[in-house]
């Protein structure tokens, strides 16, 4: 399959483990975010969205949490698993409807 | 399977060409982005569309043309390639222009030489 960003952050973690991973956003008037996940040769597959009115977001295993003072959003995976490894982006959207694209996060999974 | 599909898959040309990448969204999603995939820039949003209509713009260079047609497939114009074009380029779609769970098709990677 095709490498992503051959050069990105990588967080490793043990199968059965939480894993955070974190993105610092740009803009502080974006109103909604997306994390996506995208395996290798495969396009990106939506997580979960949060919006700006909102602090916490949960969805099946995973969490995403919001900290709009410092611009610091992070998706935490509960009992990590093989399939879990990928390359994570955050995405803000902001008041122009433009998508922004963090450089994205390495997560491999040890067994 | 996203439900959305792309073609081609791979599309090798040589600088100063243009080609034509073509996305056909969902079934009952109406609106289309398009995405350049590069491993030094990143993920990079070029444009939407709705229905038919433009919606939103991104980082699309004046070389690069898109529509959406009657039928809600899309195509984007990549004209006058320059090495530096080389890159993976995605389709998505979203059931709505406000509707931001978008599904993403398997991509078309573009070389240039």
């Known amino acids: 399959g095709e490498s992503v960003g051959l050069h990105l952050p990588t967080l490793s973690v043990q199968e059965g483990d939480n894993s955070i991973i974190n993105c610092a956003y740009s803009n502080s008037a974006s109103d909604y975010f997306i994390w996506y996940k995208q395996e290798s040769g495969k396009g990106p597959q939506f997580i979960i969205d949060i919006r700006s009115n909102m602090d916490k977001r949960q969805g099946q295993r995973v969490t995403v949490l919001l900290n709009k003072t410092v611009k610091h959003l992070s998706l935490q995976i509960a009992a990590t698993q093989p399939g879990d490894s990928a390359v994570y982006f955050c995405a803000e959207l902001n008041y122009g409807q433009n998508f922004v694209f963090g450089p994205g996060t390495r997560l491999s999974v040890l067994p | 399977d996203s439900g959305v599909t792309q073609t081609p898959k791979h599309l090798i040309t040589a600088t100063g060409q243009r080609v034509t990448l073509r996305c056909s969204p969902r079934?009952?999603?109406?609106?289309v982005y398009w995405y350049q995939q590069s491993l030094d820039q990143g993920l990079q949003f070029l444009i939407q569309y709705y229905n038919g209509e433009e919606r939103a713009k991104g980082n699309i260079l004046e070389r690069f043309s898109a529509q959406q047609f009657p039928d809600l497939h899309s195509e984007l114009n990549l004209s006058s390639l320059e090495l530096g074009d080389s890159a993976l380029y995605f389709c998505a779609s979203s059931v709505t222009g406000a509707n931001h769970e978008q599904y993403f098709g398997p991509g078309t990677r573009l070389t240039v030489t």
């Open positions: 079934s009952g999603d109406l609106s």
